[in-house]
């Protein structure tokens, strides 16, 4: 790290002097208008404003920092400012500032709770190089960061796609025929009403309590957190005991439907036998067809369409810790039943979308990784942009 200097976070940056009546409250955010509005929320964009008197477009990028959050962002357009919690920053004219934003999204700045934490930045030190390489730095991380959006968009285009795809399906068929109205709403005519009851078997998850945690028959089990929708999380799996006797009752087999009772009630996934000789708890519902006329992966993705994009069936679906769906309730919610050929071209059909939102979920999160080691390692002189095989020319930073 020759010719890098360390400088505390106060040295490195100008005084910002905005007047703070031209700060937007959020009671008056707008959902569209002439500006946007950037505070220290989750969104890049959190709101919008017609008022252009509080536009801020003078000695642009700033950078904002959440002083309840510790979020940092990068804005380098015109915007109004949040009124609550935000922090305007501006890195030294000789500071690259996109090279000074990059630099503090690697500070560990612990949390205290909703207190305000500027002054914990203020004392973080800064390590800078010389300029050129700071251009060359911030340049790879933008390259890098800009292929994350890109990505980001494409998984938003095969959302809607997949949305816009089961709100016709499930309303008009594949065969384009009459539809009816139902309690479930407007769904081809051939199409029947059931209740889960009458062609699932259902059964709840086994109970969670001390003694099973220190039994002599310990066994992994599925519990809420590992069953998203369409897919099982088995990255974090926990043991419990089960007796013989449990072990046959609460078995899971390669192609069982497990549903969340709490949490987000109704969240579905099949088991796809990823673990050997697993189980599952009570905050799970484990669903088998009675009769081959319907099947899991149909119910699976009519379960994501009516649960989590269209709220059909009231507090299922609600995130919520008090929220429940009790095994009474479930085995009496209305689903629709066309006849399995059709059901099976449906799943087959949405399997395709699922599939590529899969893949390019899992490219996303290789890119965020690549991204956060390239951050650490360029910022810490572990690497050297040099020895670095990326175009950086065509980047403006």
Not at 148 to 153: M, R, V, Y
Not at 181 to 194: A, D, K, L, Q
Not at 204 to 209: N, Q, Y
Not at 334 to 348: G, L
Request: glycine share 6%.
């Amino acid at each position: 790290m020759n010719k890098w200097t360390i400088n505390n976070f106060s040295e490195c940056i100008d005084p910002v002097r905005i007047d703070r009546s031209r700060q937007v409250k959020a009671a008056t955010y707008l959902t569209a208008g002439k500006y946007p509005i950037v505070d220290q929320g989750q969104s890049d964009i959190t709101g919008w404003t017609d008022d252009v008197s509080t536009v801020i477009s003078e000695n642009l990028p700033y950078i904002i920092f959440g002083d309840h959050t510790r979020i940092f962002k990068y804005v380098d357009f015109p915007f109004a400012l949040g009124a609550d919690g935000t922090k305007l920053i501006k890195p030294r004219s000789d500071i690259n500032p996109r090279y000074f934003y990059y630099y503090l999204l690697l500070l560990d700045i612990p949390s205290k709770g909703y207190s305000r934490h500027y002054q914990l930045l203020k004392e973080k030190d800064i390590s800078l190089p010389p300029f050129p390489e700071q251009e060359k730095i911030a340049a790879v991380l933008l390259k890098l960061q800009n292929a994350i959006l890109i990505q980001e968009k494409i998984i938003q285009s095969l959302r809607d796609l997949k949305k816009s795809t089961m709100n016709f399906i499930f309303s008009r068929g594949l065969h384009g025929e009459k539809t009816k109205y139902t309690p479930i709403g407007e769904i081809p005519e051939s199409w029947e009403v059931v209740k889960i009851g009458e062609v699932f078997n259902v059964q709840l998850g086994k109970m969670l309590s001390q003694k099973a945690h220190i039994g002599n028959n310990p066994k992994l089990y599925l519990r809420n957190k590992n069953v998203q929708w369409g897919k099982i999380d088995v990255e974090d799996i926990l043991k419990m005991d089960f007796t013989p006797k449990e072990m046959e009752k609460f078995s899971l087999v390669p192609g069982d439907l497990l549903i969340c009772e709490g949490g987000e009630p109704g969240r579905a996934a099949i088991w796809q036998g990823q673990i050997r000789d697993c189980y599952y708890q009570k905050a799970l519902h484990r669903l088998r067809p009675k009769t081959k006329i319907i099947s899991n992966e149909f119910l699976v993705y009519w379960l994501m369409f009516s649960i989590e994009m269209q709220k059909l069936y009231g507090n299922a679906g609600a995130s919520s810790t008090i929220a429940h769906l009790p095994a009474t309730q479930l085995k009496s919610l209305s689903i629709p039943c066309p006849e399995r050929m059709e059901q099976d071209k449906i799943v087959k059909m949405m399997d395709i979308t699922s599939n590529k939102l899969e893949f390019n979920d899992s490219k996303k999160s290789a890119l965020q990784d690549l991204f956060n080691t390239t951050l650490n390692k360029l910022m810490t002189g572990e690497l050297r942009v040099g020895e670095l095989d990326i175009d950086v020319e065509s980047v403006k930073i």
